[in-house]
Nanobody
Framework: QVQLVESGGGLVQTGGSLRLSCAAS????????MGWYRQAPGKQREMVAR???????NYAGSVKGRFTISRDNAKNTVYLQMNSLKPEDTAAYYC?????????????????WGQGTQVTVSS
């Protein structure tokens, strides 16, 4: 089992910055892709940013140039630096990780989610 624990959400004014962190713990062989998703009230969950184990990244168009995703593989932690925040960035932000575990049948890939952290940007 793998646990993802997020931190760093909060209330910030338009134009401000926040840094989210997500630490993975538990029993696994490797973490492949880690990412951040968000869900605003009444809307579907959407991908914000993702990063592979070798550092390749991709971003939603709405955050490109403002948000930066990074990871520390030694700490099994992913970060999301959010700058120039806008009211439309207000949402619950969820950490996601694709994890590989070793079994008697080979390797299994499982997706895990964190519990979410609220980001609120006031106008």
């Amino acid at each position: 089992q793998v646990q993802l624990v997020e931190s760093g959400g909060g209330l910030v004014q338009t134009g401000g910055s926040l840094r989210l962190s997500c630490a993975a713990s538990g029993s696994f062989f490797s973490i492949n892709v880690m990412g951040w998703y968000r869900q605003a009230p009444g809307k579907q969950r959407e991908m914000v940013a993702r990063i592979t184990s070798d550092g390749s990244t991709n971003y939603a168009g709405s955050v490109k140039g403002r948000f930066t995703i990074s990871r520390d593989n030694a700490k099994n932690t992913v970060y999301l630096q959010m700058n120039s925040l806008k009211p439309e960035d207000t949402a619950a932000y969820y950490c996601n990780a694709e994890v590989t575990t070793l079994t008697i049948n080979g390797r299994d890939r499982t997706e895990y989610w964190g519990q979410g952290t609220q980001v609120t940007v006031s106008s």
